[in-house]
């Protein structure tokens, strides 16, 4: 059994066995003035809380693509914790600025990596969701010689990955970001798929093309919470507007119809 808790925005964080993997962990949830404005920084207490209630030992981090709301807080915490770090080119650049040449696996498209306590992971080659007037916000790769802290728009989303992981014998898969490559999908099926949701219209048949391909068994939709406002007492946020979430649940049912629907709750364990 695999707990998995979402964490807000497209961050994931996997426990099995006493031991924790995490994807795309953001936990700073930068307020719009900054994210617009500003030069954000990660929130080294709300990280310190998370990283000190961990359910279980951390393994190691993935990474999607690099815009904020996926690699803010990673410089941070990985090097609070040094465990290995996979994503892009672009990611490295990251860490490079970060003071951490070298940190990255810096993955290949469709090959498996075998993690720290077990675990597996497949960078699939995917899209950028078109989020911002259909198009892909920040497109291109983070520059290499900027001093941190870097501006929101600083933090291009580089190559951009959908991510298979293998843990005790189940398989996920994170679409971090509406949107995909049908080639690079080929023979991906997975047990749970976790679907981000925003910008979803904007992809031509995005349920069909994805759920034909992945043959989930558990469908979860996240990453629909506005993840610039703060976590409330009961760890809510307010979803994004114009997400059509009846419609969005329709096309599930419609394209995977065995399929069972999981509605996650922040911080929320669900047992897979
Ligand atoms: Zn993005």
Redesign the pocket.
């Known amino acids: 059994m695999v707990s998995v808790r979402w964490t807000g925005a497209a961050g994931l964080e996997f426990t099995h066995e006493g031991k924790t993997w995490l994807i795309d962990p953001y936990l700073s949830r930068i307020g719009k003035m900054t994210l617009f404005f500003g030069h954000p920084q990660p929130d080294r207490e709300k990280i310190s809380r998370y990283l000190d209630t961990l359910p279980g030992k951390l393994q190691a981090v993935v990474v999607g ?1 690099t ?1 904020l ?2 690699v803010l807080d990673v410089p941070e915490i990985v090097g609070r914790v040094p465990v290995p770090l996979v994503g892009s080119g672009s990611l490295e650049t990251l860490m490079a600025a970060h003071g951490m040449p070298g940190r990255v696996t810096v993955c290949k498209e469709r090959t498996r990596i075998d993690l720290p306590g077990g675990a597996a992971v497949t960078m699939i080659p995917s899209l ?1 969701g078109l989020v911002l007037f259909g198009r892909a916000p920040y497109a291109g790769e983070i520059e290499p010689g900027q001093q941190p802290p870097l501006k929101a728009s600083a933090y291009r ?1 580089g190559p951009v990955f959908n991510i298979r992981l293998e843990i005790g014998g189940t398989s996920f898969l994170h679409v971090g ?1 509406a949107n995909l490559i049908d080639d690079g999908l080929e023979g991906q099926t997975c047990d749970v798929l976790f679907m981000c949701m925003p910008g979803w219209k904007a992809i031509e048949n995005y349920h069909g093309r994805l759920l034909s391909r992945t043959r989930p068994k558990i469908v979860v939709p996240f990453h629909f919470d506005d993840f610039s406002a703060p976590l409330s007492r009961d760890f809510t946020a307010p979803p994004v507007p114009w997400l059509s979430k009846n419609r969005f649940l329709k096309r599930i049912a419609e394209e995977a119809p065995d399929a069972r629907i999981v509605h996650p709750a922040l911080f929320e364990p669900m047992v897979f």
Request: aromatic share 0%.
């Open positions: 693509h815009h709301d996926h950028h989303h970001s």
